[in-house]
C-alpha cells in the first residue's frame, strides 16, 4: 500500500514501536505479538506489512465502536420510551452473581440494529478501487481505477426491503423466544443491512464491538438517568461519513432507583 502525507509520518512511528517490539516479543503479547504471531511466510512477518497491519487495524476499530455507541444513546434520549424496557430486559438476563448474559438481551440487540439502520456510520459501505478491469456476471464493467461502493444509507432506508423505512422500530427485528421466526441478530450480515461489510468479507470485530456497546449501555442504564441538554438529532456529514452531532450533549444524573443493585 502506497502512503503519502500524514500517513508517512504515522507509519514511521508505528514502525519505529513494531520495530522495537521484535526484540521482545514473547515478554508481553499484545495485537503486534498476535499479527506476527499469524504470519505464515517471512514476508508476512516483515515489518512492513506488520506495520500496514497495525495501521489496518487502529483505522478499522478504533473510531465506529464510539461512535455507534453514541448513536445508540442519542436514540435512547430520542425514543426515551425504551428506557424502561430495556432495564427490565436487564434484570432479567441476569445469571447467577448478578452478571448479565448479552446474548439474552434480545430487545437491545434490537435497538442497536435498528439505531444502525437509521444511523449507519457511512452513506457507503465497501469501498473499493478496481485496480485492474473487472466485469460483473451482469455485464457491467468497471474500468480499471474506478471506485466503487455499496450505497447502504440508501440500501437501510428502502422501503422494499424495511416497511415504514423512516419510522425508529426495533420491534420490526424482534422475534419471541417461542416463535418460529428466524432471530436476526445485530451482528447478522446480508445484503440488506452491509452495515458490518459485505456477507463474503464483513468485520470480524462486530461481535465484540457489540458486546462491549451492550456491556456500556447496560452501566448507563443501570446507574444513570438520561436527558438531552441541546437535542441535536441531526447527524454531522463529512465526506461521505454520517457522525452524531459535535454540539449535542447528554445529561446523565445517577438513577433515584438503582436498577443494578
Ligand atoms: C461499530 C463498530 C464497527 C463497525 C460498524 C465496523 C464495520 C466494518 C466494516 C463495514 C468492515 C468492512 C469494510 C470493507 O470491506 O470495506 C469492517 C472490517 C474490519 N473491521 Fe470492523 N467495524 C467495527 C468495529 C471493529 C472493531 C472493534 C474491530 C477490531 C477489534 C474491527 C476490525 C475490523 C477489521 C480487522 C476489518 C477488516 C477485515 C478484512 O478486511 O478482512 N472492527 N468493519
Known amino acids: 500500500m502506497a502512503w503519502g502525507g500524514a500517513m508517512n509520518e504515522v507509519g514511521a512511528r508505528v514502525t519505529k514501536m513494531v520495530t522495537k517490539r521484535y526484540a521482545d516479543l514473547q515478554e508481553k503479547p499484545d495485537a503486534v505479538f498476535y499479527v506476527i504471531d499469524a504470519s505464515r511466510t517471512p514476508q508476512q512477518r516483515s515489518p512492513a506489512r506488520v506495520v500496514q497491519q497495525?495501521?489496518?487495524?487502529?483505522?478499522?476499530?478504533?473510531?465506529?465502536?464510539?461512535?455507534?455507541?453514541?448513536?445508540?444513546?442519542?436514540?435512547l434520549c430520542k425514543h426515551n420510551g425504551y428506557i424502561d424496557m430495556l432495564r427490565e430486559e436487564i434484570q432479567e438476563s441476569k445469571e447467577a452473581g448478578g452478571l448479565v448474559s448479552t446474548s439474552k438481551l434480545r430487545l437491545m440487540d434490537c435497538f442497536l440494529r435498528e439505531t444502525?439502520?437509521?444511523?449507519?456510520?457511512?452513506?457507503?459501505?465497501?469501498?473499493?478501487?478496481?485496480?485492474?478491469?473487472?466485469?460483473?456476471?451482469?455485464?457491467?464493467?468497471?474500468?480499471?481505477?474506478?471506485?466503487?461502493?455499496?450505497?447502504?444509507?440508501?440500501?437501510?432506508?428502502?422501503?422494499?426491503?424495511?416497511?415504514?423505512?423512516?419510522?425508529?422500530?426495533?420491534?420490526?427485528f424482534y422475534s419471541p423466544a417461542d416463535s418460529d421466526k428466524a432471530i436476526v441478530r445485530f451482528t447478522d450480515v446480508?445484503?440488506?443491512?452491509?452495515?458490518?461489510?459485505?456477507?463474503?468479507?464483513?468485520?470480524?470485530?462486530?461481535?465484540?464491538?457489540?458486546?462491549?456497546i451492550k456491556y456500556a449501555l447496560v452501566h448507563l442504564l443501570e446507574n444513570y438517568d438520561m436527558e438531552p441538554?441541546?437535542?441535536?438529532?441531526?447527524?454531522?456529514?463529512?465526506?461521505?461519513?454520517?457522525?452524531?452531532?459535535?454540539?449535542m450533549r447528554v445529561m446523565l444524573k445517577p438513577c433515584a432507583t438503582s436498577y443494578g443493585k
Not at 485492474?132 to 481505477?145: N, Y
Not at 438529532?233 to 457522525?243: E, V
Open 54 to 75: 497495525m495501521v489496518a487495524l487502529q483505522f478499522a476499530s478504533a473510531h465506529q465502536l464510539p461512535m455507534a455507541l453514541a448513536w445508540a444513546i442519542i436514540m
Open 116 to 172: 444502525a439502520r437509521l444511523n449507519p456510520l457511512d452513506g457507503l459501505s465497501i469501498q473499493r478501487k478496481a485496480v485492474k478491469p473487472f466485469t460483473f456476471a451482469d455485464g457491467s464493467h468497471i474500468p480499471a481505477g474506478n471506485l466503487l461502493a455499496v450505497p447502504q444509507e440508501a440500501i437501510l432506508r428502502d422501503k422494499r426491503y424495511y416497511p415504514n423505512p423512516g419510522s425508529f422500530d426495533p420491534w420490526r
Open 229 to 247: 441538554v441541546n437535542p441535536i438529532y441531526r447527524p454531522m456529514i463529512w465526506t461521505t461519513a454520517i457522525a452524531p452531532s459535535l454540539t
Open 190 to 212: 446480508n445484503w440488506k443491512f452491509p452495515f458490518w461489510g459485505s456477507p463474503t468479507q464483513s468485520c470480524p470485530g462486530r461481535w465484540y464491538a457489540s458486546d462491549v
